[in-house]
């Protein structure tokens, strides 16, 4: 049955099931975005919630999404379709645990009428326990927001990704933290453990321990970190990350003090693994700067000079010369802007005072008429402003 399915992902997830939906019938081609803004629209009265997954089910020939919100379920607002792709999506949720709103579990188990399965009946096969079991559900639920806040701090977000997006930490920062916070959580169960472990987790690495769990849901959060360490963990070897060391190399669009944190990140790592000595890490540096990267005429000669006395900047006194270099370029292109624009503005005004004098031309003879010898002065004299007007561009063009 879908509440099954829907408690059973729930207990892999370490998410609360009051907390849970499990959308049903979505079609195979529905794209993210369009998925995203059904949700929306259909459960925004609800508060803010998260997809946890996706699953295609065979039997279905669908797609079942399981939906944590951030709290419990308002029995008042919460859709039993969510219009979409294909038709309305189902949507599972747990009932309340009262006798009138069990005679509805019909509606959330969604037993197939054709097996004659009536809801009255599975009501009364349970009804004799039913006050039993709300009552140590009630007990359950006033002790586990204490527990849940038990030595809790919710650990940063991990997504897989090579370049961490905003908000996001790389994983060795992530699993340092993770690491202590496992630590501190001794006390609290497995399962609450491993909840607040899929909570800092996004992306590709989520997926991959909802697979895990998927397999073996007996899988312990301890488990789920060593796979997620031996599958985003730093396992090159002291010859790789030597040889990434030596061929690094500035690329295009790459800002040279960009290139210069780049290269740094493999310099440490390279004497992490003591595949570089610390003493030679500047001189490396050094000949990284001078020949897999595009510098300025002024810096290289001054890394050349220092190379050639012996001495090899340390890191921040490369970094400092590269932005000190960074400074004089932008300073240097924002002066041959403004050259550029007086030597257009002189230009232009030569050619106005070109055309001006070749509009005094009339009739032989007639009204406005300038001596043949007057118009040739004009002209010279034109020439002449002309001249002037382009003289601090050749000077330039010369210099």
Same mark, same amino acid.
């Given at each position: 049955?879908?509440?099954?399915?829907? !408690?059973?992902?729930?207990?892999?997830?370490?998410?609360?099931?009051?907390?849970?939906?499990?959308?049903?019938?979505?079609?195979?081609?529905?794209?993210?975005?369009?998925?995203?803004?059904?949700?929306?629209?259909?459960?925004?009265?609800?508060?803010?919630?998260?997809?946890?997954?996706?699953?295609?089910?065979?039997?279905?020939?669908?797609?079942? *999404?399981?939906?944590?919100?951030?709290?419990?379920?308002?029995?008042?607002?919460?859709?039993?379709? %969510? $219009?979409?792709?294909?038709? $309305?999506?189902?949507?599972?949720?747990?009932?309340?645990?009262?006798?009138?709103?069990?005679?509805?579990?019909?509606?959330?188990?969604?037993?197939?009428?054709?097996?004659?399965?009536?809801?009255?009946?599975?009501?009364?096969?349970?009804?004799?326990? &039913?006050?039993?079991?709300?009552?140590?559900?009630? %007990?359950?639920?006033?002790?586990?927001?204490?527990?849940?806040?038990?030595?809790? @701090?919710?650990?940063?977000?991990?997504?897989?990704?090579? @370049?961490?997006?905003?908000?996001?930490?790389?994983?060795?920062?992530?699993?340092?933290?993770? %690491?202590?916070? &496992?630590?501190?959580?001794? #006390?609290?169960?497995? /399962?609450?453990? /491993?909840? /607040?472990?899929? +909570?800092? &987790?996004?992306?590709?690495?989520?997926?991959?321990?909802?697979?895990?769990?998927?397999?073996?849901?007996?899988?312990?959060?301890?488990?789920?970190?060593?796979?997620?360490?031996?599958?985003?963990?730093?396992?090159?070897?002291?010859?790789?990350?030597?040889?990434?060391? &030596?061929?690094? !190399?500035?690329?295009?669009?790459?800002?040279?003090?960009?290139?210069?944190?780049? =290269?740094?990140?493999?310099?440490?790592?390279?004497?992490?693994?003591?595949?570089?000595?610390?003493?030679?890490?500047?001189?490396?540096?050094?000949?990284?700067?001078?020949?897999? *990267?595009?510098?300025?005429?002024?810096?290289?000669?001054?890394?050349?000079?220092?190379?050639?006395?012996?001495?090899?900047?340390?890191?921040?006194?490369?970094? #400092?010369?590269?932005?000190?270099?960074?400074?004089?370029?932008?300073?240097?292109?924002?002066?041959?802007? *403004?050259?550029? !624009?007086?030597? *257009?503005?002189?230009?232009?005004?030569?050619?106005?005072?070109?055309?001006?004098?070749?509009?005094?031309?009339?009739?032989? #003879?007639?009204?406005?008429?300038?001596?043949?010898?007057?118009?040739?002065?004009?002209?010279? +004299?034109? +020439?002449?402003? =002309?001249?002037?007007?382009?003289?601090?561009?050749?000077?330039?063009?010369?210099?």
């Amino acid at each position: 049955m879908a509440v099954t399915m829907l !408690q059973d992902w729930c207990r892999w997830m370490g998410v609360n099931v009051r907390r849970g939906l499990l959308i049903l019938g979505i079609p195979e081609d529905c794209d993210d975005a369009e998925f995203q803004e059904s949700l929306e629209a259909a459960l925004r009265p609800m508060g803010h919630f998260t997809v946890l997954g996706k699953v295609f089910r065979e039997e279905d020939n669908a797609t079942a *999404a399981l939906v944590e919100l951030d709290r419990e379920v308002n029995y008042a607002l919460v859709p039993r379709e %969510i $219009p979409g792709t294909g038709g $309305p999506w189902n949507v599972v949720f747990v009932p309340r645990c009262s006798g009138e709103e069990f005679l509805g579990l019909g509606r959330v188990f969604h037993f197939p009428e054709q097996e004659g399965q009536m809801v009255e009946s599975v009501a009364g096969a349970l009804g004799v326990g &039913l006050r039993r079991v709300c009552w140590l559900r009630s %007990i359950g639920q006033a002790v586990q927001p204490w527990v849940e806040t038990l030595r809790y @701090q919710s650990l940063g977000v991990f997504s897989g990704r090579d @370049q961490p997006a905003p908000g996001e930490e790389s994983f060795e920062v992530w699993l340092d933290h993770t %690491i202590d916070m &496992l630590h501190v959580w001794q #006390g609290v169960s497995e /399962r609450e453990r /491993r909840r /607040r472990l899929l +909570e800092g &987790l996004r992306g590709t690495a989520l997926q991959l321990v909802h697979a895990l769990l998927a397999e073996n849901p007996a899988r312990t959060a301890q488990d789920c970190l060593a796979a997620l360490v031996q599958v985003f963990g730093d396992n090159e070897s002291q010859a790789t990350i030597r040889v990434k060391c &030596l061929t690094a !190399q500035q690329q295009s669009g790459e800002r040279l003090s960009a290139f210069v944190l780049r =290269l740094e990140v493999l310099l440490q790592k390279a004497m992490e693994k003591e595949a570089l000595a610390r003493a030679s890490a500047d001189r490396v540096r050094l000949r990284q700067m001078l020949t897999r *990267a595009h510098l300025t005429e002024p810096l290289d000669e001054a890394l050349r000079k220092l190379r050639m006395a012996g001495r090899s900047p340390s890191f921040l006194e490369m970094l #400092g010369l590269v932005r000190e270099s960074e400074a004089w370029e932008a300073s240097l292109a924002r002066s041959v802007r *403004a050259q550029t !624009q007086e030597g *257009a503005g002189a230009r232009a005004g030569a050619q106005a005072v070109a055309r001006a004098s070749t509009k005094v031309e009339a009739v032989p #003879g007639g009204p406005g008429r300038e001596p043949e010898g007057l118009l040739q002065a004009g002209g010279q +004299e034109a +020439e002449e402003l =002309l001249q002037e007007g382009l003289k601090p561009v050749l000077e330039e063009c010369d210099n």
